[in-house]
RNA sequence: GUGCCCGUAGCUCAACUGGAUAGAGCGUCGGCCUCCGAAGCCGAAGGUUGCAGGUUCGACUCCUGCCGGGCACGCCA
């Protein structure tokens, strides 16, 4: 019989059995000795704590009887080392093959995932992963709708780069087009008048001027050909085309500040910079503030793609992939190989300007072909998906996406995500209808936060309770957003993410600074640190659960990676924090004779690291007390 | 009209991507602090997984058709 060896890398029980049972499988089925042996996590305790579901397809394979199989399978495999006997009894139903580990067995992968890395080993390849996870817009406030991306795609950034590989986090920035021009050139306005200060410009000001400057070009000649239609009086007709000569001035004004702009013209390319400085100071502090690891060093504007533009779609169309189509040019995607899309993707307006395909499209060239991506993960909203496939076909088709040092294609993901919600189930409003501005948001949050840290905990000191209530908020308020299938709209609730009970960030955290008090009791009562060197042990069904999910961390994490869902990660650690918190009903850990407080401690220890070692991969800050 | 996403306990969400009796939290009811932090633990009640078919040993999961909701569909970004 083949005896694969398992090493002490290998912390996941659900590795060894895999390796176990697979060699089971090619020594009882030789025909068949690349069926997958199906292991998986036991959902109840009665079936064990895991299980091989292999019997049944291979007994359709090979046409024989599941249960049969599975005793042949039982008979071969070895799991002496790690498992109690298995026995006909260990057979159920169908042909599930229940298996129940040793507690000596989870001691030893316990002591084995007890190193600094956790049982995660670094990935195999370690790939280069380009994550776009922000995109805030020049002159605007940041509001609700800019929450999701940089909460979840740093997690996932995070996460990608706790399993080894190398991560570029890109701040895809809309600095650029006529929108920016409008405003540049109606602060250049503004500024000439004297009505404006640009070195004492605030985000808020830039808001008001960006939507001043909206309504200004607007005004609309919708409404004036209406008026026509509708044989309105003379003097009301007047006002109108007055109004929409003022805009089509303030739209033509536009236009040729973007061409100044585009030539970096001195005098309105310092405006431009000032807006840009106001509105990433804010961006930058709100990501801080959020512990989201964006920095000015991840900004890639569309404006630093400007240039790249008209080179790149006149390459598009000498060589075939883009062609015109009505005036404008157009990239063809009905094919299969670039995802048969019906509508073609539009990059050249019939006036000469690029769209913002072109700029995504020149980014996934950047991305790949500089950065030499192998994976580019889009973590937008969900309602982005046509022109995010759009884009990814027509770099396909333009050969953008491949990677210039694999020669792979690079994989173009776009990892969507839903609405935020109010508790009304529409969009997420302010009373009167405006969005929430992110800076309220936040606030509003802490605030809240910190009431219920200072009811809980009326020893702290102001200062304590105010530095502890802001790390609690941000966890409350990012936890609630990741612990949730990214895909679906989620409904927020100040009420809900900041609940003293139940699926929450401080729910986690609270379970962290109870560990982490046990060792503060421990030092006061003089225990000393010969626990670290301890053997473990496994004893108590408390603790045998809490040993069986602190071995699904690696996987978990791998998980989380291959699918970009973080939810899975927040699963994970709500679980982990549950089987804690059991433990620490069940088990006393102070109050137990030497060698049982040892082995606990331990455990706590093992425990509170990945605790917090998930919570920082979520992004999530956690402080020692609460 | 076409395409994408969603529909699970009264509410908010899970379900290891096809596995056993669909699980948590809130809310409701009932227990547990002279004992390491009760933001905790234990128990009870609550379901025809939108509907109808199909695929198979086995379906919340895959396929088809309906119903209901959200979103997107070339010269805005």
Redesign the pocket.
């Known amino acids: 019989m083949i005896h694969l060896r398992w090493w002490p890398m290998h912390a996941d029980p659900q590795d060894v059995l895999y390796a176990r049972f697979k060699a089971a499988i090619a020594a009882a089925f030789p025909d068949a000795p690349d069926a997958d042996p199906?292991i998986?996590?036991?959902?109840?305790a009665?079936?064990?704590d895991y299980?091989c579901?292999a019997a049944?397809?291979l007994a359709?394979r090979i046409k024989s009887n599941?249960r049969e199989v599975a005793k042949l399978l039982v008979s071969k495999v070895d799991l002496s080392d790690i498992a109690e006997p298995l026995t006909e009894a260990s057979i159920?139903?169908?042909?599930?093959?229940?298996i129940r580990l040793r507690p000596e067995a989870l001691a030893t992968m316990l002591g084995a995932m007890d190193a600094p890395g956790l049982g995660v080993a670094p990935a195999a390849p370690a790939l280069r992963v380009v994550v776009d996870l922000m995109g805030v817009?020049l002159s605007k406030q940041m509001h609700v709708g800019h929450l999701r991306s940089p909460v979840i795609g740093d997690a996932i950034a995070r996460t990608l780069e706790r399993l080894g590989h190398s991560v570029i986090r890109q701040n895809h920035v809309?600095d650029?087009?006529?929108?920016i021009a409008m405003v540049t050139a109606r602060l250049q306005r503004l500024a000439a008048m004297g009505k404006i200060n640009l070195d004492r410009l605030t985000l808020d000001d830039l808001d008001r001027a960006y939507r001043d400057a909206q309504a200004e070009c607007q005004r609309d000649s919708a409404g004036l050909a209406a008026a026509q239609r509708f044989g309105l009086g003379p003097k009301a007709l007047a006002e109108l085309e007055e109004q929409v000569a003022g805009a089509t001035e303030a739209f033509l004004s536009a236009r040729e500040t973007l061409i100044r702009l585009q030539q970096k013209e001195p005098a309105t390319f310092a405006i431009w910079q000032r807006i840009a400085d106001v509105t990433m100071k804010v961006c930058l502090d709100t990501c801080r503030r959020l512990h989201v690891n964006v920095t000015s060093e991840h900004s890639a504007g569309?404006s630093s793609y400007a240039d790249e533009l008209t080179p790149m779609v006149a390459e598009l169309q000498a060589r075939g992939i883009a062609e015109p189509?009505?005036?404008?040019l157009?990239v063809r995607l009905d094919d299969p190989a670039y995802g048969s899309i019906?509508?073609?993707c539009?990059v050249?307006?019939?006036?000469g300007?690029?769209?913002?395909a072109t700029?995504d499209i020149a980014a996934v060239r950047r991305r790949v072909q500089k950065f030499h991506a192998d994976r580019v993960i889009y973590v937008i909203d969900?309602?982005?998906?046509?022109?995010l496939r759009q884009v990814f076909g027509a770099s396909q088709r333009a050969g953008y996406a491949i990677n210039p040092v694999t020669k792979a294609p690079a994989l173009l993901e776009h990892a969507?995500f839903?609405?935020v919600?109010g508790?009304d189930?529409k969009?997420f409003k302010t009373r009167s209808g405006e969005s929430v501005k992110l800076a309220d948001l936040i606030q509003e949050t802490v605030d809240r936060?910190r009431a219920?840290?200072m009811s809980?905990?009326p020893e702290l000191s102001g200062d304590e309770a105010a530095a502890?209530a802001e790390g609690?908020g941000i966890t409350a308020l990012k936890y609630a957003d990741l612990?949730?299938?990214r895909?679906?709209?989620?409904?927020f609730?100040f009420d809900?993410m900041?609940?003293?009970?139940?699926?929450?960030g401080?729910?986690l955290l609270?379970?962290l600074?109870?560990i982490?008090?046990?060792f503060?009791?421990a030092a006061e009562r003089g225990v000393d640190d010969a626990w670290m060197s301890t053997t473990l042990s496994i004893v108590e069904p408390a603790e045998k659960s809490l040993a069986l999910r602190l071995l699904k961390y690696p996987s978990t994490l791998g998980?989380v990676a291959t699918?970009l869902?973080p939810?899975?990660l927040c699963?994970y650690l709500?679980d982990l924090?549950?089987a804690f918190?059991?433990?620490?009903?069940?088990?006393?850990?102070?109050?137990a004779e030497p060698a049982v407080r040892e082995a606990?401690l331990r455990l706590c220890d093992l425990t509170a690291r990945v605790l917090a070692d998930g919570l920082a991969v979520l992004g999530l800050p956690a402080p020692?007390?609460?």
Request: charged share 25%; glycine share 10%; hydrophobic share 30%.
């Open positions: 199906m998986a996590e036991s959902r109840s009665e079936h064990g299980q579901n049944m397809p359709k599941p159920a139903g169908p042909g599930f093959i229940n817009n809309g650029w087009g006529l929108p569309e189509d009505q005036g404008a157009v019906k509508e073609p539009l050249r307006k019939t006036d300007g690029y769209l913002y700029t969900a309602r982005q998906n046509l022109h969507a839903g609405s919600l508790e189930g969009p936060s219920a840290v809980r905990s502890i609690v612990c949730n299938d895909q679906r709209d989620y409904v609730s809900r900041l609940a003293f009970e139940g699926n929450t401080p729910y609270y379970a600074v109870r982490r008090s046990i503060r009791k998980q699918h869902e939810h899975r699963q709500y924090a549950g918190s059991v433990f620490f009903d069940r088990c006393p850990v102070l109050q606990r020692e007390r609460m």
